[in-house]
């Protein structure tokens, strides 16, 4: 190209030279004016096209005019002075003129040519972002038609190239697609209308357009200042779907597929809030057993036998009651009846019948049960929370009696329940404000015919209640996982108060179930003898037979260490167990208390007796003592004491239970008989 240029500007520096000589030579040749004018005026018109036709190239322009004005300011020199003021005012500004026009030609069209360069780039650009989008575009006019697409679009309405031709508009789309059967009719006059409709509208919102290859296409809508608008499409079928999934875990239970909490609810209350009489019952089912195959099969056989529980519940239910699971082990039913207690009673047998029928998993046979508790319906509307917390009490009533039974909810079951929350809450600021004390019931040893152990028998003095008795308030501390803090209190307080005692006298502290489970029970053991400057020899801590079934391996081991520095154990309750023999081998006992159960029905040839005879010639051969408790009349103790050979006895007939101070005076009284 600059080789070209260079022949072209000398080629056209050539003629506009020719020209200029011409000029000049008309000028020196001749007079004549004609011929001067002539010559003047071609070379001058021929110079005015010079912008025109050289503008591209600033060599040319400028030889052009140097080739042309030197010979015509040349031939007017020759002219005469008279024609200098046409070479100063006229001819140096047209030759400048030239200039000037020259180069703001070649300006403008190249800042054109880069513009038009810079366009096409940006056309190009546009496109291909245009095609790469995620979405589909289409922008129309204000009469419809489509003046900008991309093929994102054409791809997800499944329609060919052609079927964008000049002058489409998105109704025609529409047709196509329904006319190949992906879209059907209805669904695609809706979207049409609802685009039309909501051109002008705002806030927009999206639309979705379900294809036939079971795609969901969303469409949204942006309106354009100037007129017409821009729809955007996208595939959204992975998030219809995982919307779908999202809203089916909120309402279903994943393990099982039966509604969960959120979904039961629902459906009750709106059953509970329609128009219609209702005679109906919600029953809570809780699995018995349950714990034990998590705990020794594991939690992946555990998840396979609640799936296998609902589907024995959907079967025996069907599609009259709605199933449900609440989590863990707790299942809930919601059924119509005819006559809601009795066809609840039949329904709620058949339920523990099949739900004590083996499941065969993974070649295990495993046998659960089920209790219920069962709330009817009240004759109009109701609240499904109340059912459910009626239910829910009605169960604990029947698995407090047993188990595998059910329970109809009965009024004075939320008056014990709301007692029961009382003592909770009481209980936990009972030990921060003393309102625990301790009673001390003494044993009497029979042969040395004095009380030689004072056993140690919690009381909760409350503010407003009275003296509540252990067997209100223990259970529940266990429950409430405050019976290590309680047991702990015993221990110290027992100990600081024996330390007062005469000492020949002992005294016995119970250790409950709980407290083994926990473990570490040297720890506060130790503490409370150190703290009191007790010698070990006077704690006798005495354990039932709860307590060894929980882990015997960790219970023998706390025992023996019990016994290595020097504290008495006893085993209390005996016989009301189950394998009570195995531990008299097995466990370091010192003492044996036979449980009150044994005097009922006592007398000299009784079964009973016999027994008891063969119980306390047991333990003493094996190096026991025997104590004998519930001891009430004087009958009772000379049968005990002459026929059984017990060795310390226990009961109301000697003492019942004292406070601290008042022991503290039958203990001195006792020492000062003996020294008298």
Request: proline content about 4%; aromatic content about 8%.
């Amino acid at each position: 190209l600059r080789r070209w240029e260079v022949w072209y500007v000398a080629g056209g520096s050539a003629h506009v030279a020719l020209l200029g000589v011409f000029c000049l030579a008309a000028f020196a040749l001749t007079d004549d004016p004609f011929a001067r004018l002539a010559s003047f005026s071609i070379t001058t018109a021929y110079l005015v096209g010079t912008p025109g036709r050289s503008f591209a190239s600033d060599l040319l322009v400028n030889a052009q005019i140097v080739s042309a004005g030197i010979p015509m300011l040349a031939s007017l020199m020759i002219a005469g002075p008279a024609y200098w003021f046409i070479i100063l005012f006229v001819l140096l500004p047209f030759l400048l003129a030239l200039k000037t026009i020259s180069t703001r030609l070649r300006g403008i069209f190249m800042s054109a040519v880069l513009r038009a360069r810079d366009l096409s780039h940006l056309a190009n650009r546009f496109d291909t972002a245009l095609n790469n989008m995620p979405q589909g575009l289409a922008m129309f006019e204000p009469d419809g038609q489509i003046t900008v697409s991309n093929e994102r679009l054409l791809s997800l309405l499944q329609l060919p190239p052609e079927a964008l031709n000049d002058g489409v508009t998105f109704d025609t789309l529409l047709n196509t697609c329904t006319q190949t059967g992906m879209v059907e009719q209805i669904s695609a006059a809706d979207l049409s209308q609802n685009l039309r409709m909501n051109l002008n509208v705002s806030p927009r919102g999206e639309w979705i357009l379900n294809m036939a290859d079971g795609r969901s296409v969303a469409f949204k809508l942006q309106a354009i200042d100037s007129g017409g608008g821009v729809i955007l499409a996208e595939d959204v079928t992975e998030r219809i779907r995982a919307q779908a999934s999202i809203s089916y875990l909120a309402r279903y239970d994943s393990l099982t597929d039966l509604p969960n909490r959120h979904s039961f609810r629902e459906h009750v209350q709106g059953v509970l809030n329609s128009a219609r009489l209702l005679s109906a019952a919600l029953m809570f089912i809780d699995l018995d057993q349950f714990k034990q195959v998590n705990d020794t099969l594991g939690h992946v056989l555990g998840d396979k036998l609640l799936w296998s529980v609902s589907q024995r519940l959907r079967l025996v239910i069907g599609p009259a009651g709605m199933v449900a699971r609440f989590g863990g082990d707790e299942f809930v039913i919601f059924q119509d009846f005819y006559d809601a207690r009795e066809d609840a009673a039949q329904l709620a047998s058949l339920l523990i019948q099949q739900m004590s029928e083996p499941f065969d998993i993974e070649e295990h046979k495993l046998v659960i049960g089920a209790s219920i508790g069962i709330a009817l319906t009240p004759d109009e509307g109701g609240n499904v929370d109340d059912l459910l917390r009626d239910a829910d009490l009605a169960l604990y009533r029947a698995k407090a009696e047993g188990r595998g039974t059910f329970r109809f909810f009965e009024g004075q079951m939320q008056v014990q329940a709301r007692a029961r929350r009382d003592i909770e809450k009481d209980l936990r600021d009972a030990l921060a404000h003393n309102e625990l004390e301790l009673h001390y019931q003494p044993i009497y040893d029979l042969s040395a015919k004095r009380y030689m152990v004072c056993e140690a028998l919690i009381r909760w003095k409350h503010p407003q209640r009275g003296m509540i008795p252990p067997s209100e308030f223990i259970p529940i501390a266990e429950e409430m996982g405050l019976i290590w803090e309680i047991g702990s209190w015993v221990l110290h307080q027992a100990c600081r108060e024996c330390a007062n005692w005469p000492p020949d006298v002992n005294v016995a502290v119970n250790i409950s179930a709980m407290q083994f489970r926990r473990g570490n029970v040297m720890t506060p053991v130790r503490q409370a003898l150190r703290e009191a400057g007790l010698k070990p020899n006077r704690l006798e801590v005495e354990i039932t037979e709860s307590a060894l079934l929980q882990d015997l391996n960790t219970t023998r081991l706390v025992l023996h260490q019990l016994r290595d520095i020097g504290v008495g154990v006893s085993l209390d309750d005996f016989g009301t167990g189950y394998s009570s023999l195995s531990y008299l081998q097995s466990l370091p006992f010192n003492k044996v208390k036979i449980d009150r159960s044994f005097l009922q029905g006592l007398d000299r040839d009784s079964r009973a007796l016999t027994l008891l005879r063969g119980i306390t010639r047991l333990s003493i051969d094996l190096g026991m003592s025997v104590v004998m408790e519930g001891v009430e009349t004087a009958e009772q103790l000379a049968l005990v004491a002459d026929a059984a050979q017990v060795s310390e006895v226990q009961g109301y007939f000697f003492s019942r239970p004292l406070p601290a101070d008042q022991l503290l005076l039958l203990l001195r009284r006792q020492t000062k008989s003996l020294v008298a």
